[in-house]
């Protein structure tokens, strides 16, 4: 049975995909009147943290059913080569609502008291994809894991503060309706600050948390009495999922009863798991360690997918039943991927495939051809496209880093990009950083370790999807045009590694 929500005020607020065919110009949606705003799409975000893009079931990698998800691609435009470009929770979220890259929004890496004081959180004056939404008349909505605030710093030696309470006003970027939480990892047992509550009136929720965000969000499309938006304008809603995030196996028994009896082995089925612990990790740091004590929390992984899966169905019932279905745009994506003892690492924070790329699906039924797309997509250039495609082109903010690719979405011939730039920064850290580029063919990474050592990783893509052997050094005119492609990265967001390099 479903959880009752409170009711109390609930604050009202003041396109389209297809990887062939363009089946609705954005100058239609730009040319409504404000009378006309309903007619505009509705837009609902869902980002599951840390789902890798292996973990699709349709692809057949993962060992996962995916209905829900796979019924998304397959009605609409599923993005095989998105990216996320610094795959860490806070990083993505920065640059998804800013348009720019870590070091121009400042978050460099995920926030919490000790990084505060360089300024590595979201600041109140940027302004956000969800800024222009709100201002261009959209009902404007967030939803679960937020992530993007600086706590309050906390002296050298004392230890970090994650969770953040985010007040009223500027801070949350025009979302309206709020139903959020800075990081926890309290799966079963999360708490939210609801609207307009103050920091201490948080709501403790006895739920498994996608489950009683789904029961949130139903409640949203359903808008009883009004209660939760205002009807007469369409919805910008996102809804940051926390599972399948660590801790892995805070996951309901009845998605964990599928897997019960299969053994690690048959679950972690990519040629390059490995179950000690990566070679170079104890020389470099690079990448999280512990794979062999985490390896055993697989079956829960992948039992947190099919979970989030099953939640995102229930909306999608009631998005058709509450007729809005054909008028809302469904985007499906995640902040980074999991490597899950791939290469022996677990985690995130790294350039292999199962950390790096990100699943990115785009879904309109009836109004996109279904089909898939290798743009080379990375996070920035999802502010500037889709607000061009809503119509809102002339209200992308100036100073943004990301590219506007919304020809890809009406059919049209465009520049495709070449490469998409990977990042990994850390505020506080002065030695270990590492910059790099990712082609339809190739990874390159420059990176310097804990030692303030300098490592090039060169992996064929092609002919080495498991990214299995370094080539770095063995085809020299290779690595010079994508070394060159790098520092023109560099070059254009001012990026101080260009003297690294």
Not at 47 to 75: C, E, W
Not at 275 to 287: C, D, H, L, S, V
Not at 329 to 353: A, R
Not at 354 to 360: D, K, S, Y
């Amino acid at each position: 049975m479903r959880k009752n929500i409170s009711r109390r005020s609930f604050v009202k607020s003041a396109t389209v995909a297809t990887a062939g065919a363009g089946i609705i110009s954005s100058n239609l949606l730009s040319s409504c009147s404000k009378h006309e705003e309903k007619e505009r799409p509705n837009v609902l975000f869902i980002f599951p943290d840390q789902y890798r893009k292996q973990s699709l079931g349709f692809l057949n990698n993962d060992p996962v059913r995916t209905p829900n998800i796979d019924k998304l691609a397959k009605n609409g435009v599923h993005f095989t080569d998105a990216v996320s470009n610094h795959p860490l929770c806070s990083p993505f979220r920065g640059m998804l609502f800013s348009g720019k890259y870590p070091l121009s929004n400042g978050v460099q890496s995920n926030c919490h008291s000790g990084r505060t004081k360089y300024g590595n959180f979201l600041k109140p004056d940027e302004r956000c994809f969800s800024d222009v939404m709100k201002d261009s008349g959209y009902a404007t909505g967030y939803l679960g894991k937020w992530h993007l605030d600086g706590p309050t710093p906390t002296k050298p030696g004392e230890p970090n503060i994650w969770d953040s309470y985010c007040p009223p006003g500027p801070h949350r970027h025009g979302f309206e309706f709020w139903y959020s939480y800075g990081t926890h990892n309290r799966h079963n047992h999360p708490y939210y600050w609801i609207n307009d509550a103050k920091e201490n009136e948080k709501t403790d929720v006895n739920q498994w948390s996608p489950e009683h965000e789904a029961d949130v969000l139903i409640d949203y499309l359903e808008n009883k009495d009004g209660n939760f938006r205002d009807d007469n304008k369409p919805f910008f809603m996102c809804w940051g999922i926390n599972p399948p995030h660590t801790p892995f196996t805070e996951v309901p028994n009845r998605y964990k009863e599928r897997f019960k009896d299969l053994t690690i082995d048959s679950v972690l089925n990519r040629p390059n798991v490995r179950k000690t612990q990566a070679p170079f990790y104890k020389e470099t740091g690079f990448g999280d360690p512990g794979v062999e004590k985490k390896l055993s929390q697989a079956k829960d992984y992948f039992a947190c997918v099919e979970g989030v899966d099953d939640q995102i169905g229930r909306v999608l019932e009631v998005l058709e039943k509450q007729g809005l279905k054909d008028n809302t745009i469904v985007i499906f994506c995640s902040d980074h991927g999991e490597m899950l003892g791939s290469q022996g690492l677990m985690h995130k924070n790294v350039w292999f495939k199962e950390a790096f790329e990100i699943p990115f699906i785009v879904s309109w039924p009836g109004k996109i051809t279904p089909g898939t797309d290798n743009l080379l997509l990375s996070v920035p250039d999802i502010m500037p496209t889709f607000l061009s495609f809503l119509g809102l082109k002339d209200q992308i903010p100036a100073g943004i880093e990301g590219k506007d690719y919304s020809a890809v979405l009406r059919g049209e011939e465009f520049d495709r990009p070449k490469s998409a730039m990977y990042f990994f920064d850390k505020p506080e850290e002065e030695k270990e950083k590492r910059r790099g580029v990712k082609t339809h063919e190739y990874t390159y990474v420059v990176a310097y370790d804990k030692h303030s050592k300098k490592h090039i990783f060169l992996y064929d893509d092609i002919n080495d999807p498991y990214q299995l052997t370094n080539i770095a050094g063995q085809k020299p005119e290779v690595e010079a045009s994508l070394h060159e492609m790098l520092a023109q990265h560099l070059h254009n967001t001012k990026d101080y590694f260009i003297s690294y390099i």
